[in-house]
């Protein structure tokens, strides 16, 4: 069983709608992930949080936002997306206090978003 | 040149074979090195982690990691049908941006 846990496993969603995936980890990681993944892709990094502060921004539109509210918990707020944001969204964390982040990542089950 | 190159497959194989995943990369900056397995509509499973050249080895799975040629390799041995799942390379360095670096994935599938 994944430490990382994901709600919802499944999301419909319209055009206009407001919805958000959340994430949480009891691990003491001090890095947490978003990522996205098509089918047959490999996961492409969106967000990464950092002593819950955003370290990284791969050039994600706006109407996706992140939020962490403390070092176990992450969102990702979805507004106005589009049939093509249709993906499995993966949240992940890695790095237990220490200096040297090693890469390993624990990823969750994931979130299988549809937009129509 | 890509950053790193991984045959998507798909690979096919009996069940009982030894299976031979692999990867090329051609980041010196790599210094850590993993494999992920992946079964359908499921996230990411940490499978294999070492950050040095030559080989370890975990029950039925080895990684061997060759930095000289920067090449890594998976060998499942015993394959079992519960190994069919897409398989995906991954580094990481501490320079720079801290990011993990996925190949594209392998897809498997143990034929009983």
């Given at each position: 069983?994944t ?72 969102n ?15 949240c ?6 220490r ?18 | ?11 096919s ?35 294999m ?64």
């Amino acid at each position: 069983d994944t430490e990382v846990t994901q709600t919802p496993k499944h999301l419909v969603m319209g055009m206009t709608n407001k919805k958000s995936l959340k994430c949480e980890q009891h691990m003491g990681h001090r890095a947490m992930y978003w990522y996205k993944q098509k089918a047959k892709k490999p996961p492409e990094l969106m967000f990464v949080y950092s002593y819950e502060k955003l370290s990284i921004n791969e050039s994600v539109p706006s109407r996706f936002s992140p939020e962490c509210p403390n070092s176990s918990l992450l969102n990702l707020h979805l507004h106005a997306l589009q049939p093509e944001d249709s993906a499995l969204y993966l949240c992940a964390s890695s790095g237990k206090s220490r200096k040297v982040n090693t890469g390993e990542l624990f990823f969750g089950e994931g979130s299988r978003l549809t937009v129509l | 040149q890509k950053e790193v190159e991984q045959d998507p497959g798909p690979l096919s194989v009996p069940e009982g074979a030894i299976v031979s995943l692999n990867c090329t990369y051609s980041n010196s900056a790599f210094q850590y090195f993993m494999w992920y397995r992946q079964y359908s509509r499921k996230g990411p499973e940490l499978l294999m982690y070492t950050y040095s050249s030559g080989n370890k080895e975990d029950g039925r799975f080895t990684a061997q990691v060759d930095k000289s040629s920067k090449y890594i390799s998976l060998f499942i041995r015993d394959s079992q049908p519960s190994d069919s799942a897409t398989y995906l390379c991954a580094f990481f360095s501490n320079f720079g941006n801290e990011k993990l670096t996925f190949g594209t994935g392998t897809r498997l599938t143990i034929i009983p």
